[in-house]
């Protein structure tokens, strides 16, 4: 390993590089996070990696421990139940405003997101967990497209802190075809409402497309814990 990169880790870099291995899937929910493991991994001295990880704990995505150390966050029935709720309601409102809002190449943006996430890809992926990731990638920047386009950099942040993007891996982790396809006829139809300018429409079905989101992951998570 080039030792000179140690020298080069900013907090901000080495912050926006970790967030990404957890938004990915790489650091799974209860995992340990170790500041000599991560420095190596990233590069870094353990400085960076520290302060990183106390980033993280204020986003959400990361418990730290007198005991323990760093973890990632898992989620709990009642947590899900909540970060639904929230998003339902931030994601609704900018749905609204976007339709008054959106420019032409970010609806041809959402058309050819929602284009590919319909199309099945056999043999694209070396595995389902990689499937998952870009699944996930997509669906976050299909939404994310309609969050920047209502044009609220406040409300914009505040989704983005809401947003769990480990627990929507796992939720599309256990999605099967079947909900794949509802979600994906959701995602036409807030498209539609928002190619039609039409406001209430767009709010409407944005929120439904996330309560049917929460239903299924509060589901299956009750599945899993038996």
Known sequence: MDTRAKGKGSSPGVFERLRGLILEGEYGPDERLVEEQLAERLGVSRTPVRQALTMLEAEGLVEISPNRGATVCSFG??????????????????????AARIEARELDELRSLAAEMERTHPGRFADREEEIRWLVARNQDFHGTIVTACRNRRLERLIQRTVQVPLMFKAFYWYTPHERTISNHYHRQILHALEQGDAERAEIVMREHVYEGRDFVIEALKRELG
């Not at 009642?78 to 709720?85: A, H, K, N, P």
């Open 77 to 98: 029935i009642e947590e899900v139940w909540d970060i639904y709720d929230l998003r339902a309601v931030l994601e609704g409102y900018a749905a609204r405003r976007a």
